[in-house]
């Protein structure tokens, strides 16, 4: 089993910055990409940013592109989503998930373990 906590979630006005961290603990694999998903209320799980195992790929959703940056600590088990420049439309729960692959992948299927989320708030 791998747990995984988000934390770094609040409240912020447009056009500001947060900072999200996702601790894993508990039986990680050797090498795993891992990624960030958001939903928004009433709209499904989308696809948001991720990393492969070394930190050298990245792949971002287009309404993220030059705003968001993913990096990752394999030292602390961590993975991090820098959102700068925040829009209102980027408010939802925010997930990180690992995945089974080593490099970055889109689709939520490829993902094994999920954390429990952690909401970000845009005012306008």
């Known amino acids: 089993q791998v747990q995984l906590v988000e934390s770094g979630g609040g409240l912020v006005q447009a056009g500001g910055s947060l900072r999200l961290s996702c601790a894993a603990s508990g039986r990680t694999k050797s090498s795993y990409s891992m990624g960030w998903f958001r939903q928004a209320p009433g709209k499904e799980r989308e696809f948001v940013a991720a990393?492969?195992?070394?930190?050298?790929?990245?792949a971002y959703a287009d309404s993220v592109k030059g705003r968001f940056t993913i990096s990752r600590d394999n030292a602390k088990n961590t993975v991090y989503l820098q959102m700068n420049s925040l829009k209102p439309e980027d408010t939802a729960v925010y997930y990180c998930a690992t995945s089974t692959y080593s490099l970055p992948r889109r689709i939520q299927n490829e993902y094994d373990y999920w954390g429990q989320g952690t909401q970000v708030t845009v005012s306008s």
């Open positions: 990393i492969s195992w070394s930190g050298g790929r990245t």
